[in-house]
């Protein structure tokens, strides 16, 4: 998925010359082809988060269009008061593409996970959030970033994800993709876990539960009223997410629930991880099952909640 | 250059610092010690080094002008009205509900204001962008950039001269307004910034220093830029808080205040003018 990002980057470049790419200092050899091509466009920064947030301002205020790489944690809570107060306050039309979002990092450890940078992220007047599903998806949603006029945080996955996306399917920034229509239950996924969702409705569906899969590539700004419109087809969400549970899609989810009568009452169980520092390493898959973001618990929560009339 | 060169404010100036303190009157609160440091510099940089046009602020090829210690926005306020950008009653009204102005400098709601700034080590940044921007588009309008002693504490000050320099960035200014005092007390004391000059001589600046204060001096100073023909440009302003009431001057009491009496403000207008008589 980096690599499909990254290569629309080039893509853009190639066919505007306000694009600009910034790194910090990120794996060798990474995006020769527009450092060879575009020098002056191409710049490599080192370690200094803050000022490139800084700096990446300054340039979208001259009319430039920077995109930025590099690991997500550094790019959202090391300089989180700059890309709030430079990008945010400003509203300039920056692009921070954040490497490893949610457990991709767990072999690293605390210092690399960024499960929580969605709700720092979402707290920011402004801001746009995406967490595309994979790099097919990706591909549609490169170039929508071009002319937007506003802060953009691109969640990336961990690269070689399954793809889910299909090709009629369009993209639209804010506008949840309906992957699986069903009756019983809806799953609400976003980035990889939208595949977890479609497997696990897969699963109850033999088992005589109607899964539907609701997919939110964007996490803000969100069409409410179609959002809306689909939830209220159903009686039962489970949402799933690689982040915490706090300030992610299951709060998203239980935040409109919560302001709208009109799906109430809605049973909702949110799969995603607690509110704690990683403990254990492993990989990010076996970091994300110890977490119950599985598709075997997305099945047993979805029987829970049936069996529960 | 120190602070002890002798500087005799003109009829300006004083002016100025009344008008300042005569807002203190009415808004009730301000960062009188930091816009009395700073004024002299940002008069200069308005009357004789900035190229603009304040019927058209979005002036594409303007020279830009950032106050990174944002706190010192009411000595830059008093420019931006004297050139033109908005009306004096503006002034009046800072930090109230609805006005235009506040207490800190805000991008896109003050005409002239080139960046929003308060929380410090962000203007730089901001600014290396805008002239990083010049070099790729072979622009000649020049960046300039006040930060204050304080905020060179910041290390996002330290990453943006790193970053200046690697790109030869001659068409950017950083200004240091050096008044040796931060909010508690001496720069000294709290986090030392000695030698400052080979600091960012040693971060590959062009430096000059100069008497903060003394107009004939900073005008000649912004009349050698550029420096160097591959640096950037650093002036070390040698200042003093609250300069120009005796008492107010190199006290951190006033660095911020507010709920000052009305006959406290005239006293002080007073002996602004009893000792530049």
């Keep these: ?309 | 250059m120190t602070n002890s060169t002798p500087v005799v404010l003109d009829k300006l100036s004083i002016q100025q610092r009344k008008t300042i303190l005569e807002i203190l009157k009415i808004t009730g609160r301000g960062h009188i010690g930091s816009a009395f440091s700073l004024l002299e510099i940002v008069r200069i940089l308005y009357d004789d080094v900035l190229s603009f046009n304040a019927k058209e602020p979005q002036w594409p090829d303007r020279d830009r002008f950032i106050l990174s210690k944002g706190h010192g926005c009411l000595g830059l306020y008093l420019q931006l009205v004297r050139q033109g950008y908005f009306a004096e009653k503006e002034l009046y009204k800072t930090s109230e509900q609805g006005a235009m102005l506040g207490g800190h400098p805000e991008y896109g709601r003050v005409p002239g204001v080139e960046a929003s700034t308060g929380s410090l080590g962000h203007g730089l940044p901001i600014a290396v962008g805008i002239a990083l921007a010049a070099k790729i588009d072979q622009k000649k309008y020049r960046t300039f950039v006040l930060v204050g002693d304080g905020e060179c504490n910041e290390g996002s000050i330290w990453e943006s001269a790193l970053a200046a320099s690697k790109h030869r960035l001659n068409n950017l200014t950083v200004i240091v307004d050096y008044n040796k005092f931060q909010c508690y007390g001496a720069t000294a004391d709290i986090c030392n910034l000695e030698p400052l000059a080979d600091k960012w001589r040693s971060f590959g600046f062009a430096v000059e220093e100069v008497n903060g204060h003394d107009i004939a001096s900073i005008r000649s100073s912004f009349n050698r830029l550029p420096y160097s023909s591959d640096k950037p440009n650093v002036i070390i302003a040698h200042t003093v808080k609250g300069f120009g009431i005796s008492e107010l001057e190199s006290n951190p009491a006033w660095h911020h205040k507010s709920r000052v009496p009305a006959d406290e403000i005239q006293r002080l207008i007073r002996i602004l003018e009893s000792e530049h008589a």
């Design chain 1, 1 to 309: 998925m980096r690599k499909t990002c990254l290569n629309e980057v080039y893509k853009l470049a190639q066919q505007d010359e306000r694009v600009v790419f910034i790194g910090s200092d990120i794996g060798q050899g990474t995006l020769d082809n527009f450092k060879t091509e575009y020098p002056e466009r191409f710049f490599m920064e080192g370690v200094s988060e803050a000022h490139l947030i800084g700096m990446m301002t300054g340039l979208a205020m001259c009319g430039k269009i920077p995109y930025m790489n590099t690991i997500a944690t550094f790019i959202t809570r090391r300089c989180y008061e700059q890309v709030l107060l430079d990008a945010g306050l400003h509203n300039q039309p920056i692009r921070i593409i954040g490497s490893g979002g949610g457990c991709v990092y767990a072999p690293l450890g605390p210092t690399h996970l960024a499960v929580e940078d969605i709700a720092i992220m979402r707290a920011i007047p402004n801001m746009t959030i995406f967490a595309p599903s994979d790099a097919e998806e990706m591909k549609k949603l490169m170039p929508a970033t071009l002319d937007y006029d506003r802060p953009i945080y691109i969640r990336l996955a961990k690269g070689g994800d399954t793809v889910i996306s299909r090709s009629s399917d369009s993209f639209e920034i804010g506008e949840p993709i309906y992957y699986k229509q069903g009756s019983d239950i809806l799953f609400i996924g976003t980035g990889i876990t939208s595949n977890i969702a479609l497997e696990a409705a897969a699963i109850l569906d033999e088992a005589g539960i109607s899964a539907g899969v609701l997919h939110l590539h964007t996490l803000k700004p969100i069409n409410q009223a179609s959002l809306l419109e689909t939830m209220s087809q159903y009686k039962a969400i489970v949402t799933l997410e690689e982040h915490s549970i706090i300030g992610g899609l299951g709060a998203i989810i239980s935040e409109i629930i919560a302001e709208n009568i009109s799906i109430q009452p809605m049973k909702l169980a949110k799969l995603a991880l607690p509110d704690q520092f990683q403990e254990e390493y492993g990989s990010q898959n076996t970091t994300m099952d110890a977490a119950g973001i599985s598709v075997a618990n997305a099945v047993a929560q979805a029987k829970i909640i049936m069996s529960n009339g």
